[in-house]
């Protein structure tokens, strides 16, 4: 079976061969098929910008999945303007960040809240598979069962296409996730049951 995954980050690939490592899928990205055209996201949530892609990109490829996510600090509301949201990249309505200008604008944010924060990432997949659209998100399970520490001192290591994986550690142990491999530090905090609601969820979409 063949799917494309609506995007050109080599880490989100990773991601998703990862979750489906069982199932006899060949991935393709929109470099693979030379796609260039970008969806204009205006969901207010991971999940609907999640279908807003799987829908556009649905205009290419028979089978495709998208996702979206934002991150999320516990001790900012959820509506203050601090919150990075679905605006990593753009926070406060700035320009777009380089991800070493995001390394330095969020260890400053952190450090003004204290050096240390619990975060997550609260994640949007959807599935177009021939013309139907499936979406997910579960927020109780992401704060749940993968909420993690950013601090405001950055690891020297980088993680391509992970930037804040340098000012993210573990909450059971004091390591950054860029001290381990990418598909670690994201599989180990989605755990339990949030992962195999994913992993259903993927299963039943692209049957």
């Known amino acids: 079976m063949k799917v494309l995954i609506g995007t050109t980050n080599p880490s989100k690939v990773k991601r998703f061969e990862?979750?489906?490592?069982?199932?006899?899928?060949?991935?393709?990205?929109?470099?693979?098929?030379?796609?260039?055209?970008?969806?204009?996201?205006?969901?207010?949530?991971?999940?609907?910008?999640?279908?807003?892609?799987?829908?556009?990109?649905?205009?290419?490829?028979?089978?495709?999945?998208?996702?979206?996510?934002?991150?999320?600090?516990?001790?900012?509301?959820?509506?203050?303007?601090?919150?990075?949201?679905?605006?990593?990249?753009?926070?406060?309505?700035?320009k777009r960040l380089e991800d070493e200008e995001m390394i330095t604008y969020y260890a400053a944010l952190i450090a003004s809240l204290g050096g240390k924060v619990s975060a997550y990432y609260l994640d949007g997949i959807a599935v177009y598979n021939k013309g139907r659209v499936s979406s997910f998100m579960d927020k109780e399970s992401?704060?749940?069962?993968?909420?993690?520490?950013?601090?405001?001192?950055?690891?020297?290591?980088?993680?391509?296409?992970?930037?804040?994986?340098?000012?993210?550690?573990?909450?059971?142990?004091?390591?950054?996730?860029?001290?381990r491999t990418v598909e670690d530090s994201k599989e180990s905090i989605i755990v339990s049951d949030y992962k195999e609601k994913i992993v259903s969820f993927l299963k039943e979409s692209l049957k």
């Not at 290591?157 to 573990?170: A, C, Q, V």
Request: include cysteine; glycine fraction near 6%; charged fraction near 35%.
């Open 18 to 94: 990862e979750l489906l490592s069982d199932y006899e899928i060949e991935f393709l990205t929109l470099r693979d098929l030379g796609i260039t055209e970008e969806p204009e996201e205006t969901g207010s949530t991971p999940e609907e910008n999640a279908v807003i892609k799987a829908k556009f990109y649905g205009k290419f490829f028979d089978v495709v999945i998208c996702n979206d996510s934002g991150l999320y600090f516990e001790e900012l509301d959820i509506n203050d303007d601090r919150q990075p949201g679905l605006h990593i990249r753009t926070p406060k309505s700035m």
């Open 142 to 179: 992401a704060v749940r069962c993968s909420s993690f520490f950013m601090v405001d001192k950055p690891s020297e290591k980088r993680h391509e296409g992970w930037p804040l994986d340098s000012l993210s550690k573990y909450k059971d142990a004091d390591d950054y996730f860029v001290d």
